[in-house]
């Protein structure tokens, strides 16, 4: 099985991505929440503020979870990489064409 690192990078950025695209909708959401408190003053933007500070905070988690996963996808890049070329230098000193 081979490694193909670009295609795990491509991954890798496009969570990025994903992430960058969740804090925008964060960026949205409180946007939103400030508009609501500047034309509303009543009871119900206190249910409607609470809404929306539970979407934000969803939208936390997933920008935590999708930055985590993308971090792990590299840790575990680097690992296989790293044992994969272990594991050629090995094969090359057994064939007995190595240093000796």
Same mark, same amino acid.
């Given at each position: 099985?081979? !490694?193909?690192?670009?295609?795990?990078?491509?991954?890798?950025?496009? !969570?990025?991505? %994903?992430?960058?695209?969740?804090?925008? @909708?964060?960026?949205?959401?409180? $946007?939103?929440?400030?508009?609501?408190?500047? @034309?509303?003053?009543?009871?119900? +933007?206190?249910? $409607?503020?609470?809404?929306? *500070?539970?979407?934000? @905070?969803?939208?936390?988690? #997933?920008?935590? =979870? +999708?930055?985590?996963?993308?971090?792990?996808?590299? +840790?575990? %890049? +680097? =690992?296989? =990489?790293?044992?994969?070329?272990? !594991? =050629?230098? *090995?094969?090359?000193? #057994? *064939?007995?064409?190595?240093?000796?």
């Amino acid at each position: 099985m081979s !490694l193909d690192a670009a295609a795990v990078h491509r991954q890798e950025q496009e !969570l990025l991505a %994903c992430a960058e695209s969740l804090r925008s @909708a964060k960026r949205k959401a409180e $946007l939103l929440k400030s508009g609501v408190h500047q @034309a509303w003053r009543s009871e119900e +933007t206190a249910y $409607l503020s609470a809404a929306i *500070d539970k979407v934000i @905070a969803e939208l936390d988690q #997933e920008i935590r =979870r +999708t930055e985590q996963l993308a971090e792990e996808i590299s +840790t575990a %890049c +680097t =690992r296989l =990489r790293v044992e994969a070329e272990l !594991l =050629r230098e *090995d094969l090359f000193l #057994e *064939d007995g064409e190595g240093l000796f």
